[in-house]
Structure formats: structure tokens, C-alpha cells
């Protein structure tokens, strides 16, 4: 992840929760945060939950996301495990209140493979001028599945949604194993309102360079379709 928005343009910081509950690092300090996949807490807590709860239930913590959230020069980025997480903290991030809960995949089981998606068009700042793109990318998870809840929901958040599984036809599917979780419409990746938060299953961080897709056109050379992203980004921050 932070090679990839390194191959932006930005500065990337590793910043641990550690370093946030203790008061070394505050956010403030940044322009945008990504939030990374890796299993935080074993997923023993649900996926992405415990580390939620450890921002949510912290006093000092919660000051500092909130705070972040609320301004208005600031972007965030939650890819699989950090996509469950953020996806927890919707109270606190406006504009996400439509989001999805991520739960256990439909197969039962982890799930790891290259998976076709069309980015679908949203106001997200990250997919800008990216819509219609039909692109393969790496999944690694086993609670991807995005529940809504209710039908209610799911009708509220069509506007926010950035990224739907497709198949080798195109077509949105919620067949396995094109879908690798059974989430509705397909849906693998929502916005907020306004465009500055996005979460996302899939991992596009995993394939930003050519070489780490497993089938390339020959006239790429080291940069992958998924750096797009990461350089629309370091475009809206100017």
C-alpha cells in the first residue's frame, strides 16, 4: 500500500494505532490514510471490528479519526480488513451511513484469487474518469460478503457504490465463484457522498505494477491499470 501511493507522489508514514492511543502521531498531520488489509486482531473479534471498537471506544482515538473525517481537505482509503473496519466507524464518517456491514463470505470459506470488476461511475475521488473500466484484481478475504440489512439500505446506497463484480460477459454477477463472497449486485466497493472516503474489498495495491498481474497487454511497461487510482489521489490533493 504505501509503495503504491508512493508511486503516486505521496509521502508515505507507517503509522501504527499505537502510535495514535499514545499521542506520538496525530492525524491532523496528514492529508489522507489508508487503512490496509491484515487481519487485525486474528479477525477473532469479527473482521475489522476489533480494530474499529479500539478507535471507537477510545477516547483519545475517536477524537482523532473524528477530527479527520470532519475536515474537509482530507481523504481515506480502506482496502479488505481496513474496508471492515471503516465500514464500523460509519457513525463518524459522514456521508457512509449507507454502507455496508461486511460479514462471512456465502462460500464458507477464505477466498483468495484474481476476480474481474467494473468500476462503476460514483462521485469517489479515487475513480475519477474511471468508470466503465473492466479490470481483473486480487481478493483476500473471508468475510467479504456486504450486507445492507435490508432492501431500504441497499436501494440508498446504489449512489455510493464504486466497484461491482462482473463476468467474463461483462454482466454484474452474485454467481460463484465470479462473486467470491455473494454480496448483492455484486457490490464489492462503496463512497461516501462526497467522494473523499472509500472502502473496497478487492486489493488494488496488490497489482499497481505490471508485473504483479498474472496476464499483461505487451505494451505495458511498470505501471499497472489499478495505479490510476492512487494517482487520482495525489490529483485531487493538488
Sequence with gaps: MAAAFDRAGFQSVDVHMSDIIAGRIRLGDFKGMAACGGFSYGDVLGAGEGWANSILFNPRAREEFGAFFQRKDTFALGVCNGCQMMSNLHEIIPGAQNWAHFSRNQSEQFEARFVMVEVQKSSSIFFDGMAGSRMPVVVSHGEGYADFANEKKLKAAQKLVTLRYVDNYGNVTETYPLNPNGSPQGITGLTTL?????????????????????????????????????????????
Design 194 to 238: 462526497d467522494g473523499r472516503f472509500s472502502i473496497m474489498m478487492p486489493h488494488p495495491e496488490r497489482v499497481f505494477r505490471a508485473v504483479q498481474n498474472s496476464w499483461y497487454p505487451g505494451n505495458w511497461n511498470e505501471n499497472g491499470a489499478w495505479l490510476r487510482m492512487f494517482q487520482n489521489a495525489r490529483k485531487w490533493v493538488g
